[in-house]
């Protein structure tokens, strides 16, 4: 037997998966299309209620969605040091070199943001 007849049909079902939702949805959104209700028009705010804006409550603050990204940066650059610990002994001075590196290139970044107040919440 071939070996890629298991990577074929791995691909094949994730096509066959991925054509199977999209008829899905479009034939249950056909089925739903015409129900509208008050709570199907309205925003989900975490299961509470949405208030309108305040007076001049002006813009939400894009300072939260900052901070958000800031983290998922970093931490998906930390995720980066796991395999590196991992084969530590093996990749000898080069390795320690080449993560040292990387090190100083993702903390150069955060100690930019920290000292222009990007992690103040005030």
Request: aromatic letters at 14%; glycine letters at 8%; charged letters at 15%.
């Amino acid at each position: 037997m071939n070996p890629y007849v298991p990577l074929l049909v791995m691909i094949l079902v994730a096509i066959g998966m991925a054509i199977a939702g999209i008829v899905t949805s479009e034939l249950l959104g056909k089925l739903t299309a015409n129900r509208f209700n008050k709570v199907k028009n309205l925003s989900y705010e975490c299961g509470v209620e949405p208030t309108p804006a305040a007076e001049g409550a002006g813009r939400f603050p894009v300072k939260y969605y900052i901070t958000a990204m800031i983290f998922i940066i970093f931490d998906i650059d930390v995720m980066f040091l796991y395999p590196w610990s991992v084969t530590f002994e093996q990749l000898g001075l080069w390795g320690l070199i080449d993560m040292l590196v990387f090190l100083v290139l993702m903390t150069l970044p955060f100690v930019f943001v920290w000292r222009r107040g990007g992690l103040e919440w005030d």
